[in-house]
């Protein structure tokens, strides 16, 4: 009940392409969903964040499409860059529930030249 | 700028030998957090602080324990490493969970190798 799928687990695109990751999650308590990404040897870094009032949310090249019925959420990277390349985890968390990240599995994600 | 400060950033120790493991932030965030992340697996939680209450989960061994001597502190103590524990170590802080302020701010994290 607690556990955040997340696919796919390894992903090539091309610069200027368009990258997108997938999570899905069973616990409809969940009410904060955040990406963070992780570059090799450093802590993870907020990326960009939704809750489920909102069916997407956008910053930059960086979009969150939010279903909650089908309870899933996906990142979109839109022209993908070489800098781009990095871990990516979904995660999920439940408002007053001690803010205790569940999160997704992780997506290596490489943008090639 | 406000942030969450790991050291040191890399730490080797002989199999059985404690090591601290150190964390503080500028962020005056209630809750700071320790984390053990694997290569290629997320990060894992090992227990919380809120305030000066301690959160242990479940699945942390013995081995490892916490500190906050303040609010701006937290050390994670592991008494006896086996090799297993090699791994990376991630401090995070985040403001009251009873707030909008729900995101974790991640540390550099500290990498601990055991011989």
């Known amino acids: 009940q607690q556990q955040v799928k997340q696919s796919p687990q390894s992903l090539i695109v091309q610069k200027g392409g368009i990258s997108i990751i997938n999570c899905a999650y069973e616990n409809t308590a969940f009410d904060y969903f955040p990406w963070y990404q992780q570059f090799p040897g450093k802590g993870p870094a907020l990326l960009i964040a939704i809750r489920p009032d909102v069916s997407e949310k956008k910053e930059g090249r960086f979009t969150i499409s939010f279903n909650k019925s089908a309870k899933q959420f996906s990142l979109h990277i839109m022209d993908s860059q070489p800098g781009d390349s990095a871990t990516y985890f979904c995660?999920?968390?439940?408002?007053?529930?001690?803010?205790?990240?569940?999160f997704g599995t992780g997506t290596q994600l490489k943008v090639e030249l | 700028d406000a942030m969450v400060i790991q050291n040191p950033r890399y730490q080797v120790t002989q199999f059985g030998k404690p090591v601290t493991l150190s964390c503080s932030q500028t962020?005056?965030?209630?809750?700071m957090y320790w984390y053990q992340q694997k290569s290629s697996q997320a990060p894992k939680l090992l227990f919380h602080?809120?305030?000066?209450?301690?959160?242990n989960e479940a699945d942390t061994p013995d081995n490892f324990q916490s500190r906050r001597p303040n609010t701006s502190f937290c050390f994670l103590d592991i008494r006896s490493p086996g090799l297993g524990d090699a791994a990376m170590y991630l401090c995070a802080t985040s403001r009251d969970p009873g707030t909008d302020q729900e995101t974790q701010y991640f540390g550099p994290g500290t990498r601990l190798l055991v011989l």
């Open positions: 962020l005056n965030h209630n809750v």
């Open positions: 602080y809120y305030d000066k209450d301690f959160n």
């Open positions: 995660a999920a968390t439940i408002r007053g529930g001690g803010n205790k990240l569940t």
